[in-house]
């Protein structure tokens, strides 16, 4: 059994379901986002993963043993919010070892273990501070702090960086990616943000209206979704029908392409903007579009192009900015048949327990890469809300 399993977890409030018949598997030492837009039920699932709320229906097994009636402190997980909710009263130190104290540790041990964790999160000498003296970033280490040193056997973060400005989230991405890999725990972490959900995890679970809608690693979502919306929520903005025979694809004005990846039937063709070639004179070779450039719009580190086939298919190119268009020549777009990703043309969503079901089936494509990452040792539990 996985080392985390959600098994068919559903949540309602007030009549309006919040989570909807979720599965998910987490493999030990595994870190996964739990990413979508606000209102989409990630936080939801990371509360009944931490026994603040209570599904509906549906289990959750830690180490193949049921949560249903355990309660939040006695499930052995730490959960960081996204303003720390440091204790005021208490020094960085005492709130640091808040955890261990409440487990009976000796003072003389959670001095230390305090302290260690500090150095860890590059605060030494922070130990007698205030957490009024504090500034966010440095608030949410020690919050990361008092979470590690109890030693979790899985760590939740509810969007934990969104308060901080650009700089100081990444700083924190890097010291939380640092800390896992030294301590191997298994890391949950609730974001509304693709880039740092693509810097966080080895997978990410999708969500939209409560229901997972593709589970995996970061860059199978970027170039291989399951579907128009998470291909646009990945930033996608190429979409057009084809009809397809293979790696055959017909498109309605009559223009052919050809991809390496096989399908049959009617289906609805995408391309990441950076992955089309614009030149000015033609070539020799496949999947080559005259067209007319409509836009250039210079962003600094690209250029975005707006192109326009003979037959009216309309294109977003991103190119390095040396590559610069006047808006009505012509060029030439070349779309790499393996960059052509195409899923079938037909209504999107569908049953959300039968589709949660395949993706609980579906193992990590890493498979045993996160092996290295050893579960921490059974300890006493415990909960920071």
């Excluded at 209102?39 to 509360?47: D, E, F, R």
């Excluded at 540790?105 to 501070?129: H, K, P, T, W, Y």
């Excluded at 070639?277 to 690209?302: A, K, S």
Aim: hydrophobic share 40%; glycine share 8%.
């Amino acid at each position: 059994m996985p080392y985390l399993s959600l098994q068919n977890l559903t949540k309602t409030f007030h009549g309006t379901p919040a989570v909807r018949e979720l599965w998910l598997d987490v493999n030990p030492g595994e870190r996964i986002s739990l990413l979508g837009p606000s209102g989409c039920g990630k936080s939801t699932t990371l509360q009944l993963m931490a026994g603040i709320l209570q599904p509906d229906q549906g289990d959750i097994f830690l180490e193949a043993r049921s949560l249903r009636r355990v309660p939040p402190e006695k499930r052995g997980m730490a959960l960081v919010l996204q303003k720390g909710m440091l204790f005021p009263h208490l020094s960085v130190g005492e709130n640091v070892a808040f955890g261990l104290k409440m487990r009976g540790v000796s003072r003389v041990e959670q001095a230390e273990r305090a302290i260690a964790m500090l150095d860890q999160v590059q605060l030494s000498g922070f130990e007698n501070r205030s957490p009024s003296e504090l500034s966010g970033g440095q608030a949410q280490r020690v919050a990361v702090a008092r979470s590690l040193v109890i030693q979790p056997k899985l760590l939740l973060l509810d969007e934990p960086l969104s308060a901080l400005d650009a700089s100081l989230r990444s700083d924190m991405q890097e010291l939380i990616l640092r800390l896992q890999d030294e301590t191997g725990v298994t890391l949950i972490i609730v974001t509304h943000d693709q880039s740092e959900a693509i810097v966080m995890s080895h997978r990410v679970a999708l969500m939209f209206d409560g229901c997972l809608r593709q589970v995996d690693t970061p860059e199978a979502l970027y170039q291989h979704p399951v579907d128009e919306t998470v291909a646009r929520f990945f930033g996608g903005v190429n979409f057009f029908p084809a009809e397809a025979q293979q790696r055959q694809l017909q498109l309605s004005g009559g223009d052919r392409l050809s991809t390496e990846h096989p399908q049959q039937g009617p289906v609805q063709v995408t391309i990441r903007p950076e992955q089309i070639h614009v030149m000015p004179d033609p070539i020799c070779g496949i999947n080559l579009l005259p067209v007319t450039v409509t836009q250039n719009r210079f962003i600094g580190t690209q250029r975005h192009l707006t192109l326009k086939t003979v037959a009216n298919l309309e294109l977003q190119a991103w190119v390095p900015p040396s590559q610069n268009f006047a808006v009505g020549q012509a060029a030439i777009a070349h779309l790499p048949p393996d960059a052509l990703w195409t899923f079938p043309a037909q209504a999107e969503g569908g049953d959300c327990s039968e589709q949660g079901r395949q993706l609980a089936s579906t193992r990590s494509r890493l498979g045993n890469g996160n092996s290295n990452h050893q579960a921490p040792d059974q300890v006493e539990a415990q909960s920071l809300s």
